[in-house]
């Protein structure tokens, strides 16, 4: 069975500092690994995600993250933020040709509170 | 493009009482996905929809919990009866296919059950 790990569940950081948020995940089998972020009062919307090759993956709002096969990691970066990056971020993984159709395993969410 | 829409986006009930929500996936999607996101926890997935058949209904609990997809579009899903435990956001998302599309996320409904 697979399962997700966000390592920290809140990250308070200062507006134009650079921050990580940490993902782990453990599965038998190859993945599509996956970053989304959840604004107040709204849906999910992916920021970025890795399928094959590259294994720096760069999304949108400046976001990018690193796919590490042997440490089964998959960290999201930004060089500096903003006050607007406040929200929720979640880590995601599919298993590759899984019975259960590609579905999504969600971490528990990392809160990053940008503060000025 | 129209994005997921959701309706309600909203609903307080009671304990033991019926509640039904639905889904308008993005048009041309033909995956559809029910997800439950419990306060503090990331979201789970009910039910996956490929056109109007099921591919997952494994983590969906059945005995109270019910979801269809009528040709293949529009989908509902319905709780009865509730329990307190299933306060949470409950969201919908779709995609053109599996694998490596993007799933879409509506803005959820907000359950209570009080």
């Known amino acids: 069975a697979q399962s997700v790990t966000q390592l920290d569940s809140q990250v308070p950081v200062f507006e134009e500092a650079p921050v990580e948020l940490r993902c782990n995940y453990s599965?038998?089998?190859?993945?599509?690994l996956f970053w989304y972020v959840q604004y107040p009062n709204q849906g999910l919307q992916l920021l970025l995600k890795y399928l094959s090759g590259s294994t720096l993956v760069k999304g949108i709002n400046g976001f990018e993250a690193e796919f590490n096969k042997s440490q089964t990691s998959f960290h999201l970066r930004k060089p500096s933020v903003h006050i607007s990056d406040t929200a929720e971020y979640f880590c995601?993984?599919?298993?590759?040709?899984?019975?259960?159709?590609?579905?999504?395993?969600f971490g528990k969410g990392t809160s990053l509170l940008v503060t000025p | 493009e129209a994005g997921v829409a959701q309706s309600p986006r909203y609903k307080i009930i009671e304990k033991r009482q019926s509640v039904a929500f639905w889904c308008n996936p993005i048009?041309?999607?033909?995956?559809l996905y029910w997800y439950q996101q419990i306060l503090g926890q990331g979201p789970k997935l009910l039910i996956q929809?490929?056109?109007?058949?099921?591919?997952?209904d494994s983590q969906l609990p059945k005995d109270r919990f019910s979801a269809e997809r009528l040709k293949g579009v529009d989908s509902t899903l319905k709780i009865q009866p509730a329990k307190l435990e299933d306060s949470a956001v409950y969201l919908c998302?779709?995609?053109?296919?599996?694998?490596?599309?993007?799933?879409?996320f509506g803005p959820g409904t907000r359950l209570t059950v009080l």
């Open positions: 048009s041309g999607h033909a995956t």
């Open positions: 929809f490929q056109n109007n058949g099921v591919v997952d």
């Open positions: 599965s038998s089998v190859s993945v599509y």
């Open positions: 998302a779709s995609s053109r296919g599996i694998g490596t599309d993007t799933q879409y």
């Open positions: 995601a993984v599919s298993e590759i040709n899984s019975n259960s159709g590609y579905a999504l395993n």
